[in-house]
Nanobody, 126 residues
Framework: QLQLVESGGGLVQPGGSLRLSCAAS????????IGWFRQAPGKEREGVSC????????KYLDSVKGRFTISRDNAKNTVYLQMNSLKPEDTAIYYC???????????????????WGLGTQVTVSS
């Protein structure tokens, strides 16, 4: 059974950092593009970042560019989202998602993904 599990969320002060992990079980991630999405209360889900199968192509939401970094370790079957200089507006549930692809690219719209984790809460507050 294909499963994605997010971890690493929590409460952090503005300006702080967190590293989210997305671990896969039941399949190997090396032929899947991975996306990170977030949804804040009362808002629509938005794409935050994505990474291609090889890691050679990445994309970011404009508001997180320069602060967030996506990476993957296919040997560990895990994708990471390093989040620095966090702001209160980054508060949301963060989800990772996967799509099988033979192309070395990725997208940050949710309809491009087939498998989703249950999410991890990130709260940025003083």
């Amino acid at each position: 059974q294909l499963q994605l599990v997010e971890s690493g969320g929590g409460l952090v002060q503005p300006g702080g950092s967190l590293r989210l992990s997305c671990a896969a079980s039941g399949f190997t991630l090396d032929s899947y593009a991975i996306g990170w999405f977030r949804q804040a209360p009362g808002k629509e889900r938005e794409g935050v970042s994505c990474i291609s199968t090889s890691g050679g192509s990445t994309k970011y939401l404009d508001s997180v560019k320069g602060r967030f970094t996506i990476s993957r370790d296919n040997a560990k079957n895990t994708v990471y989202l390093q989040m620095n200089s966090l702001k209160p507006e980054d508060t949301a549930i963060y989800y990772c998602a996967a799509v099988h692809t033979r192309f070395s690219l990725c997208v940050i719209w949710s309809s491009g993904y087939d498998y989703w984790g249950l999410g991890t809460q990130v709260t940025v507050s003083s």
